[in-house]
């Protein structure tokens, strides 16, 4: 037989056998690891479309970033459990797949194996160096709770082909009485700020009353400085005066004089001179009325 019809022919059952096992097609962001009759590959296949040995077997995995979430309960110093929730993020090294398929089988199968277990392991660890349950409020033990379990998790399973890139502290849960103290001590305190609250603004409505209190004495110690001026420079004149009559007593006469003359100019005014030596005041003003109107 013509040696190159064999090779048809058996091209032809190969690919009737076979069919699409010649093609691979690994999706976006996964790899895919050949096993042939049980031996594990070295090199994975990427994403993208393959022509590859029908004879080979191939476990796919998903190298894209995940998330993994844990409840565990956490004992600190003091005897207690709080539930602690964590989240894992992480990724699969493409290029270590074929070392997990041999080591340990699916990606599934190495977090159940290798992450799972050191999380909490490392959750109890980390919680004995904590004293008290409450503690797991306050933000310097979360934030050191978190960078130690990422630390210790990304040397523990990056040379198993887990890529750990973050750890985050979802929810706390303490013992139901530590909370219920807790929110107690929260109440008092929130009621001591009310009272602090209070208690300022009415030391700054006293200030206020006092700071206008002193400004209306100043005011009216300035009022009464004038008039103590004004008081002072009335009595200087009026010394003064006295002093000048005592002088002159021609003053008084020119004085009066000068009230005669602007009582003259009035005609309902009366004019009345008295004599020392007689009974009756004697009218000399308008005497000439009574001579005129006969």
């Known amino acids: 037989m013509n040696p190159r019809l064999i090779g048809v022919f058996v091209a032809v059952i190969a690919v009737l056998m076979f069919g699409g096992r010649f093609i691979l097609t690994v999706p976006a962001g996964h790899v895919a690891v050949a096993t042939l009759f049980g031996e594990v590959r070295p090199t994975p296949k990427l994403e993208g479309f393959h022509v590859v040995n029908p004879l080979l077997s191939w476990v796919q995995y998903d190298a894209r970033q995940k998330t993994h979430k844990e409840v565990a309960a956490v004992p600190t110093q003091d005897q207690l459990q709080t539930k602690v ?31 799972v277990p050191k999380l909490r392991s490392l959750l109890r660890e980390q919680g004995k160096s904590i004293p008290r349950a409450e503690d797991f409020f306050r933000e310097e033990t979360q934030e050191n709770l978190q960078t130690s379990l990422e630390s210790e998790l990304k040397v523990y399973l990056e040379p198993k082909g ?65 008039r103590r001026i004004l008081a002072d420079a009335r ?60």
């Open 235 to 294: 009595a200087y004149e009026i010394e003064q005066i006295n002093k000048a009559v005592a002088r002159n007593p021609a003053y008084i006469q020119l004085q009066s004089l000068e009230a005669l003359k602007s009582m003259s100019k009035d005609p309902a005014s009366k004019i009345y001179f008295m004599d020392s030596s007689s009974s009756k005041p004697l009218p000399l003003m308008h005497l000439g009325d009574d001579i005129r109107g006969r």
């Open 162 to 226: 887990i890529e750990v890139q973050a750890v985050l502290i979802r929810d706390i849960n303490l013992p139901p009485f530590i909370a219920k103290a807790i929110e107690a001590k929260k109440e008092r305190e929130q009621e001591v700020e009310k009272q602090k609250a209070e208690l300022e603004r009415f030391r700054t409505e006293q200030q206020q009353k006092i700071a206008a209190a002193e400004a209306e004495r100043q005011a009216a110690e300035e009022e009464a400085k004038k």
């Open 85 to 115: 929730d964590v989240s894992v993020q992480y990724r699969l090294v493409g290029t270590m797949a074929p070392q997990i398929l041999k080591d340990t089988g699916t990606m599934d199968q190495a977090i159940n194996v290798h992450l």
